[in-house]
């Protein structure tokens, strides 16, 4: 996925591990470690990171400070699994004594998000490192204070000759007609302002291009639109396609071979404004007559959600690839999602019930048509014991296994694009050590068993996570 890290190498040799890395790591260690160390060792684990997420919202309520008091408990109920293990024998971490008190301080002082040491670590690259850098490694202190008065002085100046001008512009004080003060607002889009000056960079917000567009707001945009919403995610793609080819070439070099009756299953749907469903291709006819045969091809595509706790702030973007084989990557590069059978959702308030995970395996546009439509193939949740809302009782997490025709072929189906409600990340079940004919590249292709990974994003946690907030 698109900006998320991989260790191509593992982690048991890192050094100057940065609290990036740890992050990166709390990501995949769950599903990576499940099957390789005992069950109690990975609910000792499972549960640390569980309290990291489960801490870090923005917004807490008694339920919720319930479920991070029991990951806690549970951790100390398991964390001996470790020592018999031979992982750790002593337990004397400060950093752990101090999580006792997180909910009582949680419900003194609220939020510990609030407490973020990002602003601080920031500001600490701006002030000393980026002036340390521009030194000639002698006498640190002196060039940095240096360096900081120098650059006060020059925004100083700036300010002072930007609003000079701008004044002159404005009546002056003896005009007799100007009776009121006009004040001078900065107009911080200007060089010699911006330059100075560390904004907050909001994301870009696709929701409010996608109203625009279908309000005829924006002239002479290209129909039709490349940017579009639903009621819960937004999504965005390049106004010039990737390819474009005819359906059977496209078959071949995706590798979908029932790709054109797919297609002609989707419009008879998409003309009854009948549902979606990833249900596999019922038709044998790999001749399927279409009103088409030339289609426009997307490699990449942009996908934005609004915020979990704060629905009505958006997520930053996020880019979802699906790329066919080729020399770098002899297997293509397929993204997951989560996809609704209609138009309605109630993403991401119930989690997946009432919707799919599947592969994105073709992004594309019939010519002289308005469908934006993706092949996706389906992924199956492995039914778990009684009272467990199908989630693992091991991991927590979704244990999915790629969905088979009774021919031993993948099952896939088209569906529009607007179907789609959020990108997620599979984990391949590698058991107790993983094939060596697995790679970074391969494993996804080769595998059938998959953990839906929580632990992708913090947003995704918490949508996962059947006791939800």
């Keep these: 996925m698109v900006g998320y890290r991989g260790f191509e190498d593992g982690i048991s040799k890192l050094k100057q591990v940065t609290g990036r890395d740890h992050r990166a790591i709390q990501r995949y260690i769950v599903g990576v470690i499940s099957g390789a160390v005992p069950h109690r060792f990975l609910i000792a684990v499972r549960a640390l990171v ?78 000393v490192k980026v002036p340390a850098r521009l030194s000639n490694n002698q006498n640190y202190y002196d060039q940095i204070a240096r360096y900081l008065d120098r650059s006060d002085k020059c925004f100083r100046f700036d ?67 490349r940017t579009f919403s639903n009621i819960t995610t937004a999504f965005h793609l390049a106004t010039k396609p990737s390819l474009r080819m005819t359906i059977d070439d496209a078959a071949v070099l995706f590798k979908l ?5 797919a297609i002609g299953e989707f419009l008879q749907r998409a003309q009854n404004h009948s549902n979606h469903p990833v ?11 279409l009103p088409f045969d030339r289609i426009q091809i997307w490699y990449k595509i942009r996908i934005q959600q609004f915020l979990y706790h704060k629905a009505q702030n958006v997520d930053a973007p996020q880019t979802l690839r699906v790329l066919p084989p080729s020399s770098d990557h002899p297997h293509g590069l397929y993204d997951t999602v989560i996809l609704s059978p209609g138009p309605d ?118 949508a996962l996570s059947p006791l939800g907030l």
């Design 50 to 127: 569980d309290f990291r997420y489960l801490a870090q919202a923005p917004v807490f309520t008694d339920h919720s400070l319930d479920r991070l008091t029991n990951a806690l408990q549970l951790f100390h109920d398991n964390k001996d699994a470790v020592a018999q293990a031979g992982v750790r024998d002593a337990w004397e971490i400060p950093k752990l004594e101090l999580l006792q008190s997180v909910v009582s301080n949680i419900r003194c002082s609220g939020p510990v998000i609030q407490w973020s040491a990002d602003a601080t670590e920031h500001a600490h690259v701006q002030e």
């Design 257 to 261: 071979p029932d790709l054109r009756p």
């Design 345 to 462: 959702s109630d993403w991401p308030r119930r989690g997946i019930e009432g919707h799919v995970v599947a592969q994105l395996r073709l992004i594309f546009r019939p010519l002289d048509t308005d469908y934006f439509a993706t092949y996706v193939q389906r992924f199956d949740v492995v039914t778990q014991p009684a009272n467990s809302g199908n989630v693992h009782p091991v991991t927590g997490m979704y244990l999915l296994r790629r969905a088979m025709k009774s021919s031993a072929e993948r099952l896939g189906s088209v569906v529009p694009i607007s179907h789609i409600r959020s990108p997620v990340h599979l984990i391949p079940k590698f058991g107790k050590e993983a094939h060596s004919r697995l790679t970074r590249e391969s494993s996804c292709e080769f595998s059938s068993n998959f953990w839906l990974n929580k632990y992708w994003s913090k947003e995704l946690y918490h």
């Design 159 to 225: 300010v002072a000759t930007y609003l000079e001008t701008r004044h002159e512009g404005n009546p002056s004080e003896d005009d007799d007609d100007s009776e009121e003060e006009h004040d001078i607002e900065l107009d911080f889009n200007d060089c010699s302002l911006r330059d100075h000056m560390n904004l907050p960079r909001l994301p870009l917000n696709y929701f409010v291009i996608a109203n625009a567009l279908a309000s005829d707001s924006i002239p002479n945009a290209p129909k039709p639109h």
């Design 279 to 289: 249900s596999g291709v019922t038709s044998q006819d790999l001749c399927y007559p």
